[in-house]
C-alpha cells in the first residue's frame, strides 16, 4: 500500500488552516484497505456522466420569480390559501429585473467555489422565466421586465465553465387544463375528465422541448412529482426524450423514480439516501426565493459546517440563494457566499473531486479520501 498523508482541515468561520501531518502509515493500513474497497464499491456503481456531478460537490439554487415582489412563498402562499391567486398574480406587474446582471451572479457563484447551479425556469405558479410559445404566462410577456431572463444567465454560466441545471416544476397550478389548484380543492379529477390531462401533458412536453432545444442544460431539477404517480406523468418517457436529446443529461430524483440522484431538502440526511449519487438542497434562511421580512440566516461557520457533514458523507450541498424582483441580491446571501468562497478557495484539495472519507466510528467528523486515494481530510471544529 502507498503512503497515506493525513491533514487536519480546521472548520472555522475566519477562513481555515491545514497541517500536514507526519505519514500513520501503520495506524490506518487497515481502515484505508478497507476505506478503499469501500469508495471503489460506491463509485463503479455510477456511471461515466455522473462523474462530474460527484466531483463538483457545492451548486447554488436560485429562487428568482414573481414572489420575490411582494416577498411571500413561492406558488405555496396562493395554494395554502394565505393570499389569493389573483393577489399573488398581481405581482406581475411589479417583476422588472431593472437592476438584474446575469454575469455578477455567476462572477459571485464562481467565487463561493460552486461548480454548477440551478435555476427556477418555471415554479408550481406556472410562470416561465423565458419567453415560451405554449402560453403567455411569462415574465417576457407578462412583466415590466418585458424579456428572456432565463438565457442570460445561462449564458453567463456557460463562459465560466459552470454546469447549468434547470429546475422545471410538472406542477403548473394557474394551468387550467391542470388538475390541482388549491390545498383543498382542485379544478377537476382527472378520472372523469382525461382529455384535460393530455392537454395538459401536451402543454408540459411542449415546455420541456423548448428547453431542451434552446438551452440544453447539462441537469434536470424536476419537482412536484407527488401529486401524481409515474404513469399518469408519463414519467418513463420524459426520461427517454431527455436522454434522447442529450445521452449525457443529469436528472434529478424527483421525477417520480426515474431520476439519477437524491434530494433530500432543508435537514442532513440520518443515513445515506438509496441512489449512489445524492445532493442535499438547502435556504440559508427559512425561505427559497426572497422574502425580506426573513432575516433568520444561518451564520457562515454553520453553512461550513453542513457543507463539510455533506461531502464526508458522499453528498453534494445545492445552497440556494432569493434574489430581489428587481435581479439585485440580499447583502446577507452575498455575504454568505463571499465566505463560503474564502474557505473552499483555500481548501480545494480537500472538497472537490474527492470521495467519501472514514467510516463512521473510526474519526468523530466530517473527512475525504484524495481520488488517488493518498490523502486523507480530517474535518475539526475550531482554530484560527
Known sequence: MCETTVKNISVTLSGIWSVNYHTMRKVLLVILTSLALAVSAQETTGSEK??????AKLGIFIHWGIYAVDGISESWSFHNRRVTHENYMKQLSGFTAAAYHPEDWVRLIKNSGARYAVITSKHHDGVALWNTSMNKLSIPAQTPAGRDVLSPFVTELRKAGLKTGLYFSLIDWTHP????F????????LADHPERWSRFLTFMNGQLDELKTGINPDLWWFDGDWEHPAD?????????ALLAHNPSVIINGRLAGYGDYDTPEQNFPVTRPDLPAWELCMTMNDSWGYQGRDVNYKTPYEIISIFADVIGFGGNMLLDIGPKADGTLPAEQVFILEELGK???KHEEAIFGTHPGLPQGHFYGPSTLSA?????YLFVSGGS
Open 50 to 55: 455522473m462523474q462530474w456531478f460527484h466531483d
Open 177 to 180: 387544463d391542470y388538475p390541482g
Open 182 to 189: 388549491l390545498r383543498d380543492s382542485g379544478k377537476y379529477v
Open 232 to 240: 399518469e406523468w408519463k414519467a418513463a418517457d420524459i426520461r427517454k
Open 343 to 345: 474557505w473552499t478557495s
Open 372 to 376: 488517488d486515494s493518498l490523502s486523507l
